[in-house]
């Protein structure tokens, strides 16, 4: 397992506990990212930076890349500024970089999914497509060029929403 997948679940179990406690002020904020940023610098072997407001977890490395998780608004920046903001439901999760999106939607209806997918294609992704549907799923991937992939995934049964998007490098 990579050092970066290690370092970021050992963030994600971090935040998870100090979430857990129910314990979210100020003080606990900051003492938490001291601790994470000690334990992705150390696993990384370089100097990064976390900031945690509220539920919402960014990550900034040496490099100049940024990771945020735990959002539940759409994201302004990253790689989620090549999708279609998708406007209905109640927005879960959302994690965010510059290559990497992945945004969790409850309480979306069929017919909602189905008009994503169509802006979706609208967009462009439409290359090396794959379209699927049941009684209890619906998914649609495809590529708009050789390194970006966009993939819409509906649970009929929950009326959840996963969108994500990949840039490849």
């Not at 904020?29 to 990384?44: Q, Y």
């Not at 040496?62 to 998708?86: I, V």
């Amino acid at each position: 397992m990579s050092k970066k997948i290690v370092a970021l679940l050992l963030v994600v179990f971090m935040i998870a506990v100090v979430g857990g406690c129910g314990v979210r002020d100020k003080v606990t904020e900051e003492i938490t990212e001291k601790v994470t940023e000690g334990v992705i610098n150390k696993a990384l072997d370089g100097e990064g930076s976390v900031d945690i407001e509220g539920g919402k977890v960014t990550i900034k490395g040496e490099d100049g890349g940024e990771y945020s998780f735990g959002d539940t608004e759409w994201p302004k920046d990253g790689a989620a500024q090549l999708l279609p903001k998708f406007d209905k439901g109640k927005i879960s999760s959302v994690l965010n970089s510059d290559t990497v999106c992945v945004i969790m939607v409850e309480e979306v209806e069929k017919s909602d999914f189905e008009a994503y997918v169509d802006e979706v294609k609208g967009l462009g992704f439409t290359n090396e497509a794959f379209e699927f549907t049941s009684d209890t799923t619906g998914t649609y991937m495809a590529k708009k060029d050789e390194k970006t992939t966009a993939s819409v995934q509906y649970d009929l049964e929950n009326k959840f929403l996963t969108i994500g998007l990949e840039i490849s490098e």
